[in-house]
């Protein structure tokens, strides 16, 4: 109902700092994840992160214990797994030039061990996995495709899953089923069609299986979070268009991921109406849901785009009632 003044989270002079995410883990404590871009590309990004143990006081930010760089190291194996990640996906698709292109870039940059170490970044909220393992989901716009951080040690040290590879998986996103089985939800940057691209672990998100294309969710190349609900759900919040983000709902799954049978819609306006985008969602323990994203509204009089930061909360109910 009210809010603070804004205050300073993080900010290294001169650079950009970009897409932050943040979680709370078992210990209570806060994380803030984000990049710093170096030289004005994507793929100059160098990922850092910061905890607190002291966080709720009522005005300015944090008091942080910690602030590290994350190194990402993939490993030797990296350009060979993606060059045959690569190969199977591409077998399984109708190829284009783009495709093609797309692929002979990846395999020469695989075989750099700077540029397959700089360029990742974060997006969507990190997964605790079982209160012991915490999975931070990084993407590439070099690449375009996604790879999970992992640590069991709270930041003491990190490891690197295999690649998740796919045309233009990207800004990875988690939830489980209930027989261990990993899901991530991706942005799919790729060719056509337009939709939410998924990959399965079956080992807590070391390894990853082929990208494929979810049989009902569009995705406009647009961000998106999956979630699992308290009572075990799956909901998903995500731009339900193949062109465009003037739409943006809210789905509930009955079965894990695999139908979605209940949707709601925050913003439902026609093409051109907006771009209502770059969701981040989470469920408080009285169940209620809280989300943000991006609300940007056509040109006004002076010709200037309206931007903003909407804050919406809503029932589990709610999104059940339908539109």
């Known amino acids: ?49 910061k905890i607190s143990s002291s966080y709720t006081q009522k005005e300015g930010p944090p008091e942080w214990d910690t602030e590290k760089v994350l190194h990402v190291k993939p490993g030797d194996a990296f350009a060979d797994v993606v060059k045959k990640k690569t190969a199977s996906y591409l077998n399984s698709q109708e190829l284009t030039p783009g495709m093609i292109e797309w692929a002979h870039d990846n395999f020469r940059q695989a075989e750099d061990k700077l ?11 990190p997964y605790i996995l079982d209160n012991e393992r915490m999975l931070v989901g990084l993407y590439s716009d070099g690449f375009s495709f996604s790879m999970v951080a992992i640590t069991d040690d709270w930041g003491q040290s990190w490891q690197f899953s295999e690649p998740i590879v796919g045309g233009g998986s990207i800004q990875p996103s988690f939830a489980r089923r209930k027989d261990g089985t990993l899901v991530t939800y991706m942005r799919d940057n790729g060719p056509p069609p337009n939709r939410v691209l998924v990959s399965e672990s079956k080992d807590e998100g070391v390894s990853w299986s082929m990208v494929y294309d979810h049989p009902q969710l569009a995705n406009p190349g647009a961000g998106l979070e999956l979630m699992q609900l308290n009572d075990g759900r799956f909901l998903s919040i995500y731009n339900d268009t193949e062109d465009g983000r ?24 026609a093409p051109g109406g907006g771009s209502f985008h770059y969701p981040s969602i ?31 909360t809503f029932s589990i109910d709610w999104v059940m009632e339908g539109d």
């Open 115 to 125: 540029t397959r170490r700089l360029g990742w970044f974060t997006r969507a909220h």
């Open 246 to 269: 003037h739409q943006l709902a809210v789905s509930i799954s009955e079965d894990e991921g695999k139908t979605y049978t209940h949707t709601r819609h925050l913003e439902k306006r």
């Open 282 to 312: 989470i469920q408080a323990r009285d169940g209620t849901l809280h989300c943000t994203y991006s609300y940007f509204t056509p040109s006004g009089l002076d010709g200037r785009e309206g931007k903003s930061i909407k804050y919406a």
């Open 1 to 49: 109902r009210t809010w603070s003044k804004p205050f300073l989270m993080a900010d290294t002079p001169e650079f950009p700092d970009t897409n932050c995410c943040m979680i709370i883990d078992p210990q209570d404590r806060l994380w803030l994840l984000w990049p710093t871009i170096q030289a004005n590309l994507w793929e100059s990004a160098l990922m850092k992160y």
